[in-house]
């Protein structure tokens, strides 16, 4: 079992910056691909981005490549979302999850394990 948690969200201008932060329980979480998911109020959930545990990205989400950049340090079990150049748009409670499969991909149904979200609101 994996227990994750994110951190790091908050109120933001337009323009700003956040990084979010997901920590894991598990020793063995080097070993879990990692996803970051948002959801807006009234809207499905949303593939932003993934790693895999070599350190290998997925493509981004066209919404938010260029801006987003998602990175882990396997020695603290962390990935961390660095989001720059914020807009009212990505107003939403971020997820991360950590997935078995070796390379999950975009759909919420490949990840097995999920944090309880941290909201982002960008203001304009």
């Known amino acids: 079992q994996v227990t994750v948690e994110e951190s790091g969200g908050g109120l933001v201008q337009a323009g700003g910056s956040l990084m979010l932060s997901c920590a894991a329980s598990?020793?063995?979480?080097?070993?879990?691909?990692v996803g970051w998911f948002r959801q807006a109020p009234g809207k499905e959930r949303e593939f932003v981005v993934a790693?895999?545990?070599?350190?290998?990205?997925?493509a981004y989400s066209d919404s938010v490549k260029g801006r987003f950049t998602i990175s882990r340090d396997n020695a603290k079990n962390t990935v961390y979302l660095q989001m720059n150049g914020l807009k009212p748009e990505d107003t939403a409670v971020y997820y991360c999850?950590?997935?078995?499969?070796?390379?999950?991909?975009?759909?919420?149904?490949?990840?097995?394990?999920w944090g309880q979200g941290t909201q982002v609101i960008v203001s304009s």
């Open positions: 999850a950590a997935a078995r499969t070796v390379a999950p991909g975009s759909r919420p149904s490949e990840y097995d394990y």
């Open positions: 598990a020793r063995t979480f080097s070993s879990y691909a």
């Open positions: 790693i895999l545990w070599t350190g290998v990205t997925t």
